[in-house]
């Protein structure tokens, strides 16, 4: 009779061994190879499979010399030959494309105990550092750009300023007070108080404009100033040249800006810059059709973080010439203006209003992480924009039909508008309270308890945003 008990509880201990090393190896790094001195591949254990630069079966037995790059092989080889001959462990790093894209990697190669008459062989425990690579080229380039704004008004006579997406001002050279004639600002909101009133729609625009990613260069703004009793307040003035360029993040998303501002004091006095003014429509401080459209081209083409879109809401002004016909245009231009501060108030600092039509705006909500926000940033403007209002003469019922487009892919900036113009007519045809998100499914999205509007089949022609009052 033959015992097999025992030569089985051997095996089991062998499987369990041999997991529990499988475990470890796993646990040491991304990837985990054995190689003999020759740099054959012996043993493979990936915690990432799409780390590997081919498949285990491709690499087992072949060397790195058949398999990788020439020059990472050669590399490999050296520190290898060195790892044998000392005893001591190597590190380095390197780059390779693999499925999961390019990478880099840190390497770190250990000698393997091995009986005398044995190949000798080695450890490579491989770490995926892409991450820590990418964040140190961003810091590098943050401190390159920190040193040039540092060193850029030693050759050049202006001050200079950087903002962020939100409004705030990260970083002010020295000079910026001196020309500036005033203390400088944390945020472009304290900044815009010091400027004149007459100047302060074009600062504005020039702002929204940046942060849309087109530059602003030499904008005449005037600000003022003066010292009473130790403190800065209104009252002096100080004529400075503004310009403006947008800075965009390592996803190429538009992050922020820097400002240049040089004295204008003995200029020839400018015209009241009238393309930037052009930018401002006049009767609600809100962006023109032009600047509008100009601006939506510019967020829908500028690159997005993935998972990221924008959204587009439309909103029309109801029954807006019923005001006009009883109360007199001086009555619907007091309720275009009122809608429009609504508006703004209702919008995130980033979004940006603009009027384009008699009783129509937009606002452009860029970094709107998916429909479902774009539609609470949406019904956000819808109860802003339903009131009671005074217009002199009388108090009317301010209500309008509101419209959204939400995307995360590439659109022609045409199309993005006439997607939220469809979804603001399917609620003005209907009736309903609330808003409507635009679908290209026949049935619509529901959302928040909202059908959406169904795409149009026959978009309104841009042009019929004709102005009723300006």
């Avoid at 915690?47 to 081919?54: C, Q, W």
């Avoid at 810091?139 to 390159?144: N, P």
């Avoid at 009131?387 to 039909?401: N, P």
Wanted: hydrophobic share 40%; with cysteine.
């Amino acid at each position: 009779m033959i015992d097999i008990g025992e030569p089985q509880g051997r095996n089991e201990a062998l499987r369990e061994s041999q997991a529990r090393l499988e475990a470890l190896l796993s646990s040491l790094g991304d990837l985990v190879f054995e190689l003999d001195e020759n740099g054959a591949y012996l043993g493979i254990w990936a915690a990432k499979d799409e780390l590997l630069f081919a498949p285990r079966a491709d690499l087992l037995g072949r060397t790195h010399a058949d398999v990788i790059g020439e020059d990472v092989a050669l590399k490999l080889k050296d520190v290898t030959t060195t790892v044998l001959e000392t005893g001591r462990t190597e590190t380095w790093e390197y780059w390779l494309e693999v499925p999961a894209g390019v990478r880099w990697f840190q390497g770190r190669v250990a000698p393997i105990a091995t009986p005398e008459g044995l190949a000798r062989r080695v450890c490579l425990l491989v770490r995926d550092i892409t991450a820590r690579k990418e964040a140190e080229k961003e810091l590098s380039r943050l401190v390159s750009r920190e040193q040039l704004l540092s060193r850029l008004p030693e050759s050049v006579q202006v001050g200079l300023f950087e903002l962020d997406r939100a409004g705030h001002i990260a970083f002010t050279d020295d000079r910026l007070q001196v020309v500036m004639g005033g203390p400088s600002a944390a945020t472009v909101e304290a900044l815009a108080c010091s400027v004149v009133a007459e100047d302060r729609e074009a600062f504005d625009a020039a702002i929204a404009t940046v942060l849309g990613g087109q530059p602003v260069e030499d904008l005449e703004i005037r600000f003022d100033w003066r010292v009473s009793e130790g403190t800065w307040t209104s009252g002096g003035g100080r004529v400075c040249s503004l310009s403006l360029c947008p800075w965009t993040d390592a996803a190429g998303t538009v992050a922020g800006a820097v400002g240049c501002l040089s004295d204008a004091q003995d200029r020839v006095p400018l015209p009241q810059q009238p393309a930037a003014r052009a930018s401002i429509d006049k009767m609600t401080s809100c962006l023109s059709r032009e600047a509008s459209l100009k601006l939506l081209e510019s967020t829908t083409a500028a690159p997005k973080v993935p998972g990221e879109g924008h959204a587009l809401i439309f909103i029309d002004l109801d029954d807006f010439r019923s005001v006009n016909d009883m109360f007199g245009h001086a009555a619907g231009d007091r309720l275009l203006a009122e809608a429009a501060e609504r508006l703004r108030d209702s919008a995130r600092r980033s979004d940006i209003v603009g009027r384009v039509g008699g009783d129509e705006f937009i606002v452009i909500c860029p970094q709107v992480q998916s429909s479902a926000h774009a539609i609470k940033l949406a019904e956000r403007v819808a109860a802003a924009t339903t009131a009671i209002i005074d217009v002199g003469t009388a108090e009317v019922e301010l209500r309008t039909s509101v419209g959204v487009a939400w995307t995360a892919d590439a659109l022609d900036s045409d199309a993005f508008l006439a997607q939220a113009d469809s979804a603001m007519y399917q609620s003005k045809r209907t009736s309903r309270k609330g808003v409507t998100l635009f679908s290209t499914t026949p049935c619509g999205i529901a959302q928040g308890g909202r059908n959406g509007a169904t795409a149009p089949s026959e978009p309104r022609d841009p042009g019929e945003l004709a102005s009723q009052n300006s």
